[in-house]
């Protein structure tokens, strides 16, 4: 979301004719957009203090201005650093490039990739989840009008983009003024003409319904990916992170998602050594992530406040969940092998597959396009492919072929 927002900054930027600087010592203006989820961003943003202050030293007309996700907390501090700290919601105004009452979402973006596109479609949350800073840092939630998020996909697609990617801290709970919801607004971007992947980040389960999974399953351009945050596998420490569903419920979704697409590739976000968590809960979510066999998962150790699991017991807990994830991952990566898949280029020797598998190429390729890929090798965290010529393409065979011939278990 920070890199989108970023993009869009950066268009504001140009169209009120700034020009990019080769680098930070050359500048006139410095926006840094933050992140707050993690106190080691916020420190990162802290540690620019000295460079601030020689950079000003240099050049006194330097301006510094500070956006993206700032806690108040923050803000008192960080405003001894920068000139000025605005709210990411605000950022159109003082940049002046652009029309007032519109979100600053509205803007168009200075995309850095040119074949890969984010598009925000909400901002915001109202789930207050126990840990997290969104909700106070960026607000409420707020979905942006379905016509100018489709007329926005349409011209990306027109100069042709291959991969729209939808943002927002919540997709699932997409509902726009009209009351269009996200199943229905991921349907109209289907029907858009054109050869091109969706996907989406991030989703709750608590919102994730039956009909998002058979839009997923029944729209061949959206990605057989899905990055369902998990959390914690035990129910009493899923009600103090108050997530608001239970670890049943969150495998009931994997296992029809699973059902309706077997090719899906499941990634999670876990947090290990909540304040309380004990042994006994920990083991819970070594069983659910040896139960559900994700891809990948983003495990956080939780905060460097104190609490009651120490530094040393998280950091061990987090261990040993990534040597599980190591195992699932290389196993669902092993069914890989042996396959041709359709994958877009992302660097010449990178591609990934529609189910956002990263594959190391054997030759190079062409950047941001899609080609045909024979898979020779697996590892856990990529795969290794052969790149093919056009007239060694015949014999894909589709993901769903290829799931139902290994047999994923649902
Ligand atoms: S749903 Fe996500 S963004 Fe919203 S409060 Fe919970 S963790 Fe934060």
Redesign the pocket.
């Known amino acids: 979301m920070n890199e989108s927002d970023s993009e869009r900054i950066a268009h504001m930027l140009k169209s009120a004719n700034y020009k990019s600087a080769p680098n930070i010592d050359g500048a006139d203006l410095i926006v840094v957009n933050m992140c707050s989820v993690r106190q080691s961003a916020v420190n990162r943003v802290y540690g620019l203090n000295k460079k601030l202050v020689n950079l000003k030293k240099n050049n006194p007309k330097l301006k510094t201005i500070l956006t993206g996700c700032v806690l108040n907390s923050d803000k008192q501090k960080m405003k001894k650093i920068f000139d000025q700290i605005v709210n990411i919601q605000n950022i159109d105004k003082l940049i002046n490039a652009h029309q007032v009452n519109k979100s600053y979402l509205s803007c168009p973006a200075l995309f850095s990739s040119s074949f890969s596109a984010y598009v925000p479609i909400m901002t915001g949350?109202n789930?207050?989840?126990s840990y997290?800073v969104?909700?106070y840092a960026r607000g409420r939630e707020y979905s942006r009008p379905s016509s100018e998020i489709i007329s926005e996909i349409q011209g990306i697609i027109k100069k042709g983009y291959l991969e729209i990617i939808l943002l927002g801290?919540?997709v699932n709970s997409y509902k726009d003024k009209n009351g269009q919801h996200f199943p229905e607004l991921l349907k109209t971007i289907h029907n858009i003409p054109g050869d091109f992947w969706i996907s989406f980040l991030t989703s709750?389960p608590k919102d994730f319904s039956d009909e998002l999974i058979e839009v997923m399953a029944n729209s061949p351009k959206i990605c057989p990916y899905l990055h369902l945050?998990v959390q914690s596998g035990n129910n009493q420490i899923l009600k103090k992170m108050n997530r608001n569903y239970t670890v049943e419920q969150y495998q009931k979704i994997i296992s029809k998602v699973r059902k309706k697409i077997p090719q899906i590739n499941i990634s999670t976000d876990i947090i290990v050594g909540f304040p309380g968590e004990t042994k006994k809960q920990f083991a819970n979510t070594k069983k659910l992530m040896r139960k559900i066999k994700f891809d990948m998962a983003y495990i956080a150790q939780y905060s460097p406040r104190p609490n009651n699991v120490s530094f040393k017991e998280k950091k061990e807990r987090a261990l040993v969940l990534n040597k599980i994830l190591k195992k699932t991952a290389l196993q669902n990566n092993q069914k890989y092998i042996g396959r041709k898949v359709e994958a877009l280029v992302i660097t010449p020797s990178q591609a990934k597959t529609k189910s956002f598998k990263k594959i190391r190429l054997t030759k190079p390729a062409v950047l941001g396009t899609f080609i045909s890929c024979q898979i020779t090798d697996a590892q856990a965290w990529r795969l290794i492919g052969h790149p093919l010529d056009a007239t060694q393409n015949d014999n894909i065979n589709s993901d769903q072929q290829n799931a139902k011939r290994d047999n994923i278990p649902v």
């Open positions: 949350c789930n207050f989840c997290c969104v909700p801290q919540n709750h945050a």
